[in-house]
């Protein structure tokens, strides 16, 4: 087990000469320990509420209210002799990317490494902390208004408790996976995610619909029609997605051919929500001509029997190979994976890689 040393207390910086002097000394460093505390209730993009950073020997809590401070730590997020160490990067990424203009590379995900060292499940970092470090966290600052000031002493803690044992986790995992021969593998997928959140936008967001497959192939050309307008307006107005149009509706309006307004104004009305005046803007974006790039859309079907038992062969293999590794068969491929593995006999290209060799592509 690491040996652990009483944490330092946390620098509260509230000015951009204070950032820029701390980037600059964590830039020395080949890693920086990294979270993010934000809000996301009524708008599209997460309001950044707090940055966490930690370098061996001191916790810095930077407060992103203050106005061009996200300049001064963008120099950190760029660092390529910097590993970022994060937990569950995702979220973080992307509200760092849009705040501060820098998605955070290169990075070390202590999530994905606990998977890709045998965890089961995507550990939390409670869990984990408490798997590989032996101590127990307190949570009970969990939803604190980030945004409020000032920050009280135990949601400080909480915070800094956040990056406090992400370096002890990193030494932990990193030697665990230079051990098993799967470093790369981390980085590969760590570098996926980066490129997930550096993306502008999903360009086929009808992929993520639940049963998608049962949809007709004009139907799911409307459901990305009607989705496209509603993800692009979220993002202007910087309002939540469901605000504008939830998937419910969307799918009871892509599902009528050439609807009147009656029969929208009925399918917004379902859900105990009327709303004429967006009933008349899905009528209008509707009964639009289809665009050539509406048409090229990758769309989605049910397996055919004989994908299916494709589907099934192919999963026996993933099985025992995640068996072999000691990893869980769905962090080695996921099921949506899979299908595509069994239509088009290849791996989709975001999972391409270390995946291809394992599994003898």
């Known amino acids: 087990m690491s040996v652990t040393h009483p944490a330092p207390a946390p620098l509260w910086i509230a000015s951009r000469d204070a950032a820029a002097r701390f980037v600059a000394g964590a830039c020395n460093h080949t890693t920086v320990a990294l979270d993010t505390e934000f809000i996301r209730t009524q708008t599209y993009y997460a309001e950044l509420g707090l940055v966490q950073l930690a370098v061996p020997g001191s916790i810095a809590l930077v407060d992103p209210l203050i106005e061009g401070i996200?300049?001064?730590?963008?120099?950190?997020?760029?660092?390529?002799?910097?590993?970022k160490i994060v937990h569950s990067a995702s979220e973080?990424?992307?509200v760092l990317g849009h705040a501060l203009?820098?998605?955070?590379?290169?990075?070390?995900?202590?999530?994905?490494?606990?998977?890709?060292?045998?965890?089961?499940?995507?550990?939390s970092y409670q869990k984990l902390v408490q798997a590989e470090l032996g101590i127990a966290l307190d949570k009970h600052a969990t939803r604190t208004d980030w945004l409020k000031r000032p920050l009280d002493d135990e949601q400080l803690r909480y915070a800094a408790e956040d990056v406090e044992h992400l370096h002890p986790l990193f030494e932990r995992l990193d030697r665990q996976l230079r051990e098993l021969g799967r470093r790369q593998w981390l980085d590969e997928d760590c570098a996926r995610a980066v490129a997930r959140a550096r993306a502008s936008g999903d360009p086929y967001p009808h992929l993520k619909v639940r049963a998608i497959e049962r949809m007709s192939p004009a139907q799911q050309q409307r459901l990305w029609r009607l989705l496209m307008w509603r993800d692009a307006e979220a993002m202007q107005r910087n309002r939540p997605k469901r605000w504008i149009l939830d998937n419910p509706v969307a799918i009871r309006a892509a599902l009528l051919e050439r609807p009147s307004r009656s029969d929208l104004e009925a399918a917004v009305a379902a859900d105990?929500?009327?709303?004429?005046r967006l009933a008349q803007k899905l009528e209008?974006?509707?009964?639009?001509?289809?665009?050539?790039?509406e048409l090229a859309i990758p769309l989605q079907s049910l397996l055919t029997e004989a994908e299916k038992a494709r589907a099934k062969t192919l999963r026996e293999t993933v099985?025992?190979?995640?068996e072999r590794l000691g990893i869980s068969a769905d962090s080695l491929l996921p099921r949506r994976a899979l299908e595509h593995w069994a239509r088009r006999d290849q791996l989709p290209d975001d999972l391409r890689g270390w995946r291809d060799g394992v599994l003898g592509l």
């Open 70 to 83: 996200g300049a001064d730590l963008a120099p950190l997020m760029a660092a390529s002799g910097t590993i």
């Open 92 to 94: 973080d990424l992307e």
């Open 101 to 123: 203009g820098q998605v955070p590379e290169p990075l070390f995900d202590t999530q994905i490494a606990a998977v890709l060292c045998g965890y089961e499940m995507p550990p």
């Open 272 to 276: 105990g929500k009327p709303s004429p």
């Open 284 to 293: 209008t974006i509707l009964h639009a001509e289809a665009s050539a790039e």
């Open 319 to 322: 099985v025992k190979e995640a």
